[in-house]
């Protein structure tokens, strides 16, 4: 696992500035799907997770069984951690890993963000010099969000399989099952006067399997659909389902990964905690075989997981930006 938006400056981050920029007056009016999980229809639920992963790669869901005091817990702990003097967050900064607090809106006008990066599962990759012990819960709360990030996550995943005609653990086992990675990020984006220019988090793609983020109350995600860039309207309680780059590649193409950005805002604070559900790094990751035939055949290559990340990360760095 890695931090791909520490690789995506001016010059390397797709697609080109200029086209990010353009998108930015067009204000699009389709609404991200949203899904209630309390329907009891589960064919209707695989049919609509699915639908929404083909169209859009990005969806919201609702009643999905995640406590909202818990939710709640999260969101203060987080800007606790966010608020405290800055040589107390410099306890678990980066060194020389993803893991880690680190301060990154110092110049340029890309990725105005600091953010809080660790992984949540499995147990044995956890560093918890990486977990902030100011304040005092934040450990207890984030464990406890995890059991509920794993459990959603593979009723997504079991759902998303069903619809296509797999057995329901397909794609968890696909990305390791117990041993695929949960890694939590927090990113706080500062109220900026240049919020018309300045991009909290450039446009991408995630390259894990799949996302689920909890917003704050402050709009600011975008999806890019149809040649426009679409606002999310905030749902309080919402989850955010971002289908990320191996979904793509393990459904040859079938599932979106959603190029997707965060705005900034005028006068607010924008936080947002995305839970990145990833293969484990010496997976192979590609087109499944009951999902391919000779009608159609294999558009991507299989790859080692650790090794796509290296092929995304050092073409982004040679400026060879990834066709969307
Ligand atoms: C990300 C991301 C969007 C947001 O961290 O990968 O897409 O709303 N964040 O902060
Ligand atoms: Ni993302």
């Keep these: 696992m890695e931090d791909e938006r520490d690789h995506d400056t001016i010059s390397s981050s797709p697609p080109s500035l200029s086209k990010q920029l353009a998108g930015t007056t067009l204000g699009g009016s389709a609404d991200v799907p949203v899904v209630d999980l309390s329907v009891s229809d589960e064919d209707f639920l695989v049919h609509e997770v699915v639908k929404a992963s083909e169209e859009w790669g990005i969806f919201q869901v ?7 005091e818990l939710m709640h817990q999260l969101q203060v702990v987080g800007k606790q951690f966010f608020d405290l003097p800055e040589a107390e967050k410099e306890i678990v900064a980066k060194d020389g890993d993803f893991e880690g607090y680190k301060r990154k809106y110092l110049g340029g006008i890309n990725n105005w963000d600091q953010h809080l990066f660790h992984r949540l599962s499995p147990p044995s990759i956890i560093n918890y010099k990486y977990w902030p012990k100011n304040p005092p819960q934040y450990r207890e709360v984030t464990e ?7 459990r959603l996550t593979e009723k997504i995943l079991g759902w998303l399989s069903e619809g296509l005609g797999l057995p329901r653990e397909a794609f968890t086992q696909s990305i390791g099952g117990e041993t695929a990675e949960y890694v939590l990020r927090v990113n706080f984006y500062p109220p900026t006067q240049d919020s018309e220019l300045v991009i909290g988090a450039a446009a991408h793609s995630d390259m894990g399997a799949i996302a689920l983020l909890l917003p704050n109350e402050v709009p600011g995600l975008q999806a890019f659909k149809d040649e426009q860039w679409l606002d999310l309207n905030y749902i309080n309680s919402a989850v955010v389902v971002i289908i ?5 590649r393990m459904t040859n193409g079938r599932f979106k990964n959603v190029l997707h950005r965060a705005k900034t805002d005028k006068e607010r604070l924008r936080i947002s905690w995305p839970v990145f559900v990833a293969p484990r790094a010496d997976m192979s990751v590609g087109p499944l075989p009951e999902l391919t035939g000779d009608e159609n055949p294999p558009k991507f290559e299989t790859l080692i997981y650790n090794d796509y990340i290296d092929q995304k990360i ?6 060879d930006l990834p066709v969307y």
């Design 62 to 68: 609702v009643n999905h069984g995640i406590p909202e």
């Design 144 to 150: 406890e969000y995890t059991k509920h990030m794993k």
């Design 244 to 248: 990320g780059d191996q979904l793509m």
């Design 314 to 319: 050092n073409g982004w760095a040679l400026e």
